[in-house]
């Protein structure tokens, strides 16, 4: 089993910067894809960004140039720093690892982008 814990989230003003973190724990195999998903009220979870344990990266169109996602394998953390953020940013952000037959997903992390 593994765990999630995510941390980070809170209230920012519009075009400020948060940075999310989540660490994982428990028998976690070595390939594997972490990521930040987000739900805004009303709407369906949606990819933010993803992170491969090779390093390669996908972000939501939304996104981009904006967040950046990172890693540490030997901690078994992912990152996600939230630049120029917007009100439709509004979410609560999941951390996930996903690994060949496994999918995982933390508690979640408000974000709120407010004046």
């Known amino acids: 089993q593994v765990q999630l814990v995510e941390s980070g989230g809170g209230l920012v003003q519009p075009g400020g910067s948060l940075r999310l973190s989540c660490e994982a724990s428990g028998s976690i195999f070595s390939l594997n894809n972490m990521g930040w998903y987000r739900q805004a009220p009303g709407k369906e979870r949606e990819l933010a960004a993803t992170?491969?344990?090779?390093?390669?990266?996908i972000y939501a169109n939304s996104v981009k140039g904006r967040f950046t996602i990172s890693r540490d394998n030997a901690k078994n953390t992912v990152s996600l720093q939230m630049n120029s953020l917007k009100p439709e940013d509004t979410a609560v952000y999941y951390c996930?690892?996903?690994?060949?037959?496994?999918?995982?997903w933390g508690k979640g992390t408000l974000v709120t982008v407010s004046s």
């Open positions: 992170i491969s344990s090779s390093g390669h990266t």
């Open positions: 996930n690892l996903w690994s060949p037959g496994a999918t995982y």
